[in-house]
């Protein structure tokens, strides 16, 4: 569900209605994904923390 392209926004990924159509656990399994491959490498490990806070 994830598009592997870097430059689609979190907006856009929950635009799509397979992820609209999703259970709340896909839901999260697909948001921590996303942070993993998207946002997690671009931010400091030190401010994961702030950083998840407002993803």
Do not use: G
Not at 15 to 33: C, G, I, T
Not at 42 to 55: C, D, Q, V
């Amino acid at each position: 569900m994830i598009r592997d392209d870097t430059t689609t926004s979190w907006q856009d990924q929950t635009a799509d209605p397979v992820f609209q159509q999703a259970d709340d656990a896909e839901k999260e399994r697909l948001r921590n994904q996303y942070w993993e491959q998207n946002l997690a490498p671009a931010i400091p490990m030190e401010n994961w923390a702030e950083a998840k806070k407002h993803f």
